[in-house]
T-cell receptor, first 114, second 116 residues
Framework: EAQVTQNPRYLITVTGKKLTVTCSQN?????MSWYRQDPGLGLRQIYY???????DKGDVPEGYKVSRKEKRNFPLILESPSPNQTSLYFC?????????????FGPGTRLTVT | AQKVTQAQTEISVVEKEDVTLDCVYE???????LFWYKQPPSGELVFLIR??????QNEISGRYSWNFQKSTSSFNFTITASQVVDSAVYFC?????????????FGKGTRLHILP
């Protein structure tokens, strides 16, 4: 089944404790992206990647890191999480460069930072 | 700069009524793509439609229809004879290919309640 998977689905952590949210897709898509969803703010793009070893900042990259060592994986790293990073996170992928194609979203990761 | 505005934060209608969700976008580029996504109460995000800037034909898919008007920079979404299962948050999104970046901009979403 074609899908985007994220792990974990739910995470409660404390300020400053490094964490990684994994994202993997099995559709051989070039473009992958991370979003955060907050009430009243909609979806905001954190980082995106057009291909292996190519990553770029979205609109809200501060406090996040990503890497794209393999085509299928695009982990989101929070080196020192803070409470303002409490949010619902979505990973997405799309074929081609991503601009012209619909995105396939993962199920979401709900992160709480205390 | 690119921007997507969904002015309707929340809408409630009675089942079987028609409802239109507004989406207004801003871009100076002539080539761009517009999308609608649905987020039902279960939380997943589901793609509904894509439209490129050179195709102004309206589209109908069952009870769903989309009206793209470049003159008003709008890409509105209408649900005819709404059903309770249409209750969801709907997002409009804009993608502008460019040499500087490949960001995708989402609107803040419209929460639609269909009342039985």
């Amino acid at each position: 089944e074609a899908q985007v998977t994220q792990n974990p689905r739910y995470l409660i952590t404390v300020t400053g404790k490094k964490l990684t949210v994994t994202c993997s897709q099995n559709m051989n898509h070039e473009y992958m992206s991370w979003y955060r969803q907050d009430p009243g703010l909609g979806l905001r793009q954190i980082y995106y990647s057009m291909n292996v070893e190519v990553t770029d900042k979205g609109d809200v990259p501060e406090g996040y890191k990503v890497s794209r060592k393999e085509k299928r994986n695009f982990p989101l790293i929070l080196e020192s999480p803070s409470p303002n990073q409490t949010s619902l996170y979505f990973c997405a992928s799309s074929p081609g460069t991503g601009r012209a194609y619909e995105q396939y979203f993962g199920p979401g990761t709900r992160l709480t930072v205390t | 700069a690119q921007k997507v505005t969904q002015a309707q934060t929340e809408i409630s209608v009675v089942e079987k009524e028609d409802v239109t969700l507004d989406c207004v976008y801003e871009t100076r580029d002539t080539t761009y793509y517009l999308f609608w996504y649905k987020q039902p109460p279960s939380g997943e995000l589901v793609f509904l439609i894509r439209r490129n800037s050179f195709d102004e034909q309206n589209e109908i898919s069952g009870r769903y229809s989309w009206n793209f008007q470049k003159s008003t920079s709008s890409f509105n979404f209408t649900i005819t004879a709404s059903q309770v299962v249409d209750s969801a948050v709907y997002f409009c999104a804009l993608s502008v290919p460019g040499w500087r970046d490949d960001k995708i901009i989402f609107g803040k979403g419209t929460r639609l309640h269909i009342l039985p």
